[in-house]
Nanobody, 127 residues
Framework: QVSLVEFGGGLAQAGDSLRLSCVAS????????MAWIRQAPGKEREFVGA????????RYADSVMGRFTISRDNDKNTLFLQMNNLKPDDTGVYFC????????????????????WGQGTQVTVTS
């Protein structure tokens, strides 16, 4: 059975750091694009960033560029999101998502192409 489980959310103050983890099971993790998507209260889901292992490429949303870093440990089937210099606008539920990897970066930020999602973990940043 395929599943993604996120860990590491919580309460932080502006300027703090948090590290989220997403543990995958039931998929050949090293062959999957992995993404972080967040949803703020009352807003649509937005991509934070995504990693394509086929092309060894990681892309980020402009809003988190330079502050957030995505990494993965294929031996442990785990995706990470290191979040530094957090801002109140980073508040939301953070989801990880997976799709089979391929030789194209054009659709990395199309959430409709990610068929497997975790349940999400809440991140709250206060000013």
């Amino acid at each position: 059975q395929v599943s993604l489980v996120e860990f590491g959310g919580g309460l932080a103050q502006a300027g703090d750091s948090l590290r989220l983890s997403c543990v995958a099971s039931g998929i050949r993790f090293s062959t999957y694009d992995m993404a972080w998507i967040r949803q703020a209260p009352g807003k649509e889901r937005e991509f934070v960033g995504a990693n394509n292992p086929t092309l060894s490429n990681t892309r980020y949303a402009d809003s988190v560029m330079g502050r957030f870093t995505i990494s993965r440990d294929n031996d442990k089937n785990t995706l990470f999101l290191q979040m530094n210099n957090l801002k109140p606008d980073d508040t939301g539920v953070y989801f990880c998502a997976a799709r089979p990897s391929g030789p194209s970066l054009a659709t990395m930020f199309d959430r409709h192409l990610y068929g497997t999602w975790g349940q999400g973990t809440q991140v709250t940043v206060t000013s």
